[in-house]
């Protein structure tokens, strides 16, 4: 087990909470010139450099200068938990003691990061773990980042991440601001992570007015359904249903600029005995009719105190094969690290008992 050692001053600036023009102007107010930057972001988003003194193209009286104002405070408190089919979940501790979840899901030839933009989360769908625990803050730009960086640590030798998915705790579009800011630095080619918009996806419950503001980023949207009926949808995501109502959600996906060559991808919950009847199979496939897109089908998975049950391999099977006669490109999301509550809807505290008996591998970093 390995604990932070670098005491380091709360006065100083952290680089990595820095945007470009922020980390621009420290730089000139140094005097020195602009391309120093792009330099010290390379350390910190190419390298995982920890520390000023690691920035080695640096003369030693800049990293000298550099160090009296600023630091590099990465978290170290990132406790990971190994699923029996190589899912992680990471939980990393911010600056205020509060956690954020972050998941590496290994699938055949992909390796996706789920990350979250938000502690606890401002909807309250009831299917959901982190939706019981209420928004607690919304995540800043950089801690999006670091759990990235955090989780790149983690790799084995050889694993790259291949995709990203905004799909972890909270709603990424009610944290917008850091949502863009932080895909700004991930897919920044010169100093930043340089991660393709493509391999990106950013999912939402349906806050629609805010669908348009996506389209610029380049990435990927993904819609979540869950229901076909205003009511029904009123029922299991009441919040994000009272701010748009199902019509407007759909409404806003039709409107919704997409890019040549792209699809919207609609992501449906399936609750046994709720939303997963061959009726509702029907109703889904007319409402999304002549929309560009796929669905993405997810059995419910499970947590202590959910009132909703996984329906049967087969009734998920027949909910397709309606779907898929209807000229729809539908999957099933495979449910990955349940053992180690990674899976969807599964993020978020739990009593800690509860938690510790579901919990195959402990590690710390
Ligand atoms: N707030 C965003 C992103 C987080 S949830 C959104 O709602 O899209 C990511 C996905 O997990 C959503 O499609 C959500 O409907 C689904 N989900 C939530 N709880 C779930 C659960 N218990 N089982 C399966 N999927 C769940």
Redesign the pocket.
Known sequence: MQRAHTPVSSSKVNLLSLSEPEMAALVASFGWPSYRTGQIFRWIYQRRARTIAEMTDLSLGDREELNARACIRRTRDVVVFRAADDTRKLILKLEDGLEVEAVLIPDEERLTLCVSTQVG?T?D?G?????TMGLKRNVKPHEIVEQVLSAQDQLDTGERLSNMV???????LANLNALSEAIARLTNKQWGLGWSPRRITV????LASRLKDIAPLGVNL???L?ATTEEQRARLMPAVNGIAPLSTLLLACRRYPLAPHRRLTF?Y?LLAGVNDRETDAVRLAELIRGIRCKVNL??????PG?V?RRPSDEDVAAFQSILRSAGIDVFIRK?RGRDVLG????LGNLPDRAFRTLTQIESRC
């Open positions: 989360c909807l769908c299917f959901c773990l982190t939706g905004f799909m972890g705790m909270g709603e990424p999912s939402t419950a349906g993904a819609v979540s869950n992501e919950v997810i059995p419910f998975n499970p947590f959910s909703f449910s899976a969807c809807g599964q």
